[in-house]
Nanobody, 116 residues
Framework: QVQPVESGGGLVQAGGSLRLSCAVS?????????MGWYRQAPGKEREFVAG???????RYGSFVKGRFTISRDNAKNTVWLQMTGLKPEDTAVYYC?????????WGQGTQVTVAS
């Protein structure tokens, strides 16, 4: 069973920074391809934040506008999301995903709250 586990969420003031981590454990991880992050705010649909391929190609949601950086370490099966310039509208539960053989495995989520 593949299990991503997020950490690093919390409460931060507007303009501040947070670094989210997601460590993936389980079997078949040598076949893991895309990793990344989605988020879901109360009353809203889950939206794509950032993704990174095994080879390091990255993509971001349109709202990111250069504020977030995604990175990964394939040897550690870990992906990070460095968030800067946080805004109150970034408040959400952030979910990590790991893709293996066309299946996405999801973590339980970590809460990010940005106070104005």
């Amino acid at each position: 069973q593949v299990q991503p586990v997020e950490s690093g969420g919390g409460l931060v003031q507007a303009g501040g920074s947070l670094r989210l981590s997601c460590a993936v454990s389980g079997s078949g991880l040598n076949m893991m391809d895309g990793m990344g992050w989605y988020r879901q705010a109360p009353g809203k649909e889950r939206e794509f934040v950032a993704g990174i391929s095994r080879g390091g190609m990255t993509r971001y949601g349109s709202f990111v506008k250069g504020r977030f950086t995604i990175s990964r370490d394939n040897a550690k099966n870990t992906v990070w999301l460095q968030m800067t310039g946080l805004k109150p509208e970034d408040t959400a539960v952030y979910y990590c995903y790991a893709g293996i053989s066309s299946t996405n495995y999801w973590g339980q989520g970590t809460q990010v709250t940005v106070a104005s």
